[in-house]
């Protein structure tokens, strides 16, 4: 009898900064987890899962995953460690922050963005950890902010079409977006139209693989989406492309719209945008002549100078043309607004009293850990806790990043699953649970159900939860308010605040929001207007332009300029941000760090298909291998991303070259606002096999 195999299947969510947020079954023998499937029973899901996430056991279970706290006994970024007990790691964690506390909270700061995107194990013991010290706050602006602003100002919020109305659109225009690698359940949704007749549009610098399966590409430059979006808005005034309608009565601001559009005329827009006339002219036809109509927009285009005002200005087409009146019809970009999470109980913000602490971007967290104190910035940073993030690898002019993390006075303590070029600069790295090992509760960007992540093993090794590790943290700081003994269970309840939604959570693993099928078919936005404001009084009163408008690059190519070409950095299709780097069976799909460049391009500069090249400009320099191919257009190069800096040709990645400027609105990144020049390396190095690197 006892050897008998037990079997049983839980139910989960995908934990991944990706708009699909899957429901997870994974199977569990005899207390391990031998296989991750999606389930058949959620419709967003529909049992298809990513390569990458089909890969999780493989995650879960890797040679290298941290098993038991460690402590540095080599020189930061060296990766030299010794293992401690966890009583060992926490006592002398909190005894040290402790000290730098008692001078000034400010100098100690967390650092976490979407190494999961639930709500418990991400900011909930965390946050409530954080305010209670008195630490500094993190703006968490890495990836979405200006686009989230940007929606925000316009729609009132993070909002949109429902996803699964994609299916019955006549024309879907999938802008800044590589479906196929990012968004896999929407592209079976715009597969399911175009067999039912949708034309489909990819706007975007690369030739990716969704916009070699579209009707129509068009290879703007990087950084012009508001000026295409502005000559679109002219063509429909002029032809009288307009539900006059629905802009008088559920939109704000026209006049002052109108006017600006009207200064960029298809020809205006194409010498900035960099493509044909005919081309803009036909994708406006189309846009105000097809219905159902809808967009679906990513958040590649927001990651330049002006992508805030790029996503306004196309976020106000759907309006221009009454194509919210559909359900098929309108735009997405975010739909994380739609769900009423209760913040405030899962982070305790009032958990801070008295106390007022600074705001640190992450996005310039480079600059952040060299600044010395001062009046203006206050106390220099002292401790720095990172968890659910690598960002000596993901944050922008990573030189800067790895100099910060390599000071000696500051003390770091890394929360990780395996040892990331972020690890490598800890103090004291403790070693987190995976997705398959703890509770969490899910929303979605992608879509508006939200999802119970249930335990399907036991932590493997000495694993904690990140939940537990903060808990433990609390106790040693002295923390005794009955908040830190909540369990994650409670947290998952506590997020959604009614008992009935849990019960349904639990029962079936997913839950869909109350929502209507075309929530904008009459106005009704949540804008401190109701309508769709083209116009908003709020950003004048922060000093800024009230209308959408193309704001130029801060890095534009210029003739006889010391780095012509524009270079964009979008994900690798197998790796998600940094995660998933150092799964062998997809990192041997990728190979090696590459850069796309136009045959044109490359041989100028003496560039055959396949040499290892030196991609430079004034922060650093970044050795990969050159692929020549049609994905890049003329001017631009593609540095696919994010590889791990320790995998590199030169221990360093494409965010070498990436700078710390922020966007027009949302205080984000600019990773696609950037000038490099490209040569043959001038030097011996040759790209290393993945054996000499695991080696290494």
Not at 226 to 253: C, F, K, P, S
Request: contains cysteine; negative net charge.
């Amino acid at each position: 009898m006892n050897n008998i195999p037990t079997t049983a299947v839980v139910r989960g969510a995908c934990p991944h900064d990706c708009p699909d947020t899957c429901a997870l079954l994974t199977t569990v023998e005899n207390g391990r987890a031998v296989k991750v499937q999606g389930n058949p029973n959620h419709a967003q899901t529909d049992g298809v899962l990513c390569t990458k996430v089909l890969r999780y056991t493989e995650r879960t279970y890797h040679p290298e995953r941290l098993l038991q706290p460690l402590r540095r006994v080599g020189p930061k970024g060296a990766g030299q460690f010794e293992p401690v007990s966890w009583d060992e790691a926490l006592d002398a964690i909190a005894e040290r922050l402790k000290v730098i506390a008692a001078h000034d909270p400010q100098a100690v700061l967390p650092y976490s963005y979407a190494g999961t995107m639930g709500l418990v194990q991400s900011e909930s013991v965390a946050a409530r950890f954080f305010h209670k010290l008195g630490a500094s706050l993190l703006d968490r602006t890495i990836c979405a902010s200006a686009g989230a602003e940007a929606l925000t100002q316009t729609l009132g919020n993070k909002v949109g079409t429902k996803v699964e109305f994609f299916a019955e659109s006549k024309l879907i225009l999938i802008w800044g977006s590589n479906s196929i690698g990012s968004n896999l359940h929407f592209w079976r949704l715009a597969q399911a139209a175009k067999r039912d007749g949708a034309k489909l549009v990819c706007i975007d610098p690369r030739r990716t693989e969704t916009a070699e399966k579209c009707h129509e590409h068009i290879a703007l430059r990087p950084g012009t989406d508001a000026a295409l979006a502005l000559a679109l808005m002219h063509e429909l005034i002029v032809n009288d492309w307009l539900d006059q309608d629905y802009i008088d009565r559920y939109t704000l601001g026209w006049a002052g719209l109108r006017e600006r559009a009207m200064q960029w005329t298809p020809e205006r827009a194409a010498e900035v945008c960099g493509v044909p006339v005919a081309q803009i002219k036909q994708l406006a036809r189309d846009w105000g002549t097809t219905q159902p109509a809808a967009i679906r927009l990513n958040y590649g285009m927001q990651r330049v100078r002006g992508g805030g005002n790029a996503v306004r200005a196309v976020a106000c087409l759907p309006a221009l043309t009454g194509a919210w009146r559909q359900r098929g019809g309108g735009l997405l970009l975010s739909s994380s607004g739609h769900f009423p999470v209760r913040r405030a109980a899962l982070q305790r913000p009032d958990l801070l009293g008295q106390q007022r602490p600074r705001t640190i971007n992450m996005t310039t967290i480079g600059d952040s850990l060299l600044q010395p104190a001062s009046p203006e910035f206050g106390p220099q940073i002292q401790a720095l806790l990172v968890y659910n993030s690598n960002p000596v690898a993901i944050a922008p002019e990573s030189g800067k990043v790895v100099q910060g993390f390599s000071r000696e006075d500051l003390f770091t303590v890394v929360l990780e699953h395996f040892q990331t070029d972020t690890a490598d600069y800890a103090d004291f790295i403790l070693p987190a649970t995976t997705q398959l090992e703890h509770w969490d509760i899910h929303t979605s960007y992608g879509h508006t159900d939200v999802l119970l992540n249930r335990p399907a093993i036991a932590p493997v090794g000495e694993a904690r939860t990140n939940t537990d590790i903060f808990r433990a943290l609390a106790q040693r700081m002295g923390f005794t308010d009955p908040c830190f003994a909540e369990s994650d269970e409670s947290l998952c309840r506590s997020a959604l605040g009614d008992e009935k939604d849990f019960e349904v959570l639990l029962a079936n693993g997913f839950a869909s929001l109350p929502l209507p099928d075309a929530p904008f078919a009459q106005g009704g936005f949540p804008t401190p207007s109701g309508r769709c404001e083209f116009f908003s009084q709020r950003l004048v009163d922060q000093g800024l332009d009230g209308w959408p408008d193309h704001l130029p690059n801060y890095e534009l190519a210029r003739p006889g300029g010391h780095y012509p070409l524009a270079m964009i950095s979008p994900p690798a299709r197998n790796f998600l941000n940094s995660s998933f780097v150092n799964v062998k069976s997809l990192r041997d799909i990728e190979a090696e760090p590459i850069l796309e460049m136009h045959p044109q391009d490359a041989a100028c500069r003496g560039i055959v298909d396949g040499d290892v090249v030196k991609v430079f400009n004034d922060r650093g320099i970044y050795h990969c291998k050159a692929r020549l191919n049609q994905r890049a257009r003329l001017g631009v190069v593609n540095g696919l991303g994010v590889w791990w800096r320790k995998l590199g040709l030169n221990g360093t990645n494409v965010n070498e070259l990436t700078s710390q400027n922020l966007t027009d609105l949302g205080r984000a990144p600019v990773f696609y606002d950037c000038l490099v020049e490209v040569a043959v390396n001038d030097s011996q190095l040759t790209a290393p096999t993945l054996k000499e690197i695991q080696h290494a």
